[in-house]
């Protein structure tokens, strides 16, 4: 049981490349998010997931996309990448119910554009 | 607008020093208050989830409460290897589980 799965787990990227950040879950949870988490600061939500097929933005979604096609994957897309998007940003899942469970995060993915 | 704000912002404790790390909160319709550990480079790592005022729950050396506006997460005797992060957040009625989140408390325990 792996968990949450994120890759890459660095990455450089150069102003105005795009790249995606790979999430992937084994868990069968139905809900799935993006956080980005700068120096100093909480973590700030990007995007979510309820279900295969259903995102909607968070907080923070400008210079963000994703998609949901599978209940396990959900990945994150930056396009046109710009300094203010340097960050370590988190991939989370979790299953509803009638509580909040705790979500499981992944190990993250630490970005710098230059 | 839902805020947490969580103090202080960084705590150094002697080995068996007990302390508490507070999390205040304005939330429209509180559903839960979570907390986190989060150890450098990793991922933060589920403590708790509180529900209603007058909650408590407890792991190992720490002790989770809540009230209407806040909540503390006490550490009694702590060890070196309670040194971490500690992450508040809430989720509230109506969302699908997102989580607002405090800034957190970095919590170093000296030998």
């Known amino acids: 049981n792996a968990g949450v799965t994120q890759t890459p787990k660095f990455r450089i990227l150069k102003i105005g490349q795009s790249m995606t950040l790979q999430c992937t879950q084994d868990?069968?949870?139905?809900?799935m998010y993006w956080y980005r988490q700068d120096p100093g600061m909480g973590l700030k939500l990007i995007y979510y997931s309820v279900g295969a097929g259903i995102t909607d933005k968070g907080e923070v979604p400008n210079g963000y996309n994703v998609s949901r096609s599978t209940t396990e994957d959900f990945p994150l897309r930056l396009e046109l990448a710009a300094p203010s998007q340097t960050s370590v940003y988190f991939c989370?899942?979790?299953?509803?119910?009638?509580?909040?469970?705790?979500?499981?995060f992944g190990s993250g993915t630490r970005l710098t554009v230059v | 607008e839902d805020q947490v704000t969580q103090s202080p912002e960084a705590l150094r404790l002697q080995e068996g020093e007990s302390s508490s790390l507070n999390c205040s909160y304005t939330v429209s319709g509180l559903r839960g208050l979570f907390w986190y550990r989060q150890d450098p480079g990793k991922g933060p790592e589920f403590l708790f989830t509180l529900y209603s005022a007058g909650e408590e729950k407890e792991k190992e050396r720490l002790k989770a409460t809540l009230t209407k506006k806040e909540s503390f997460l006490h550490i009694t005797a702590p060890k070196p290897e309670d040194s971490a992060t500690y992450l508040c957040a809430v989720s509230w009625s109506g969302s699908a589980r997102q989580l607002t989140f405090g800034s957190g408390t970095q919590l170093t325990v000296l030998p």
């Open positions: 989370a899942s979790t299953i509803s119910g009638s509580k909040d469970y705790g979500y499981t």
């Open positions: 868990m069968n949870h139905n809900y």
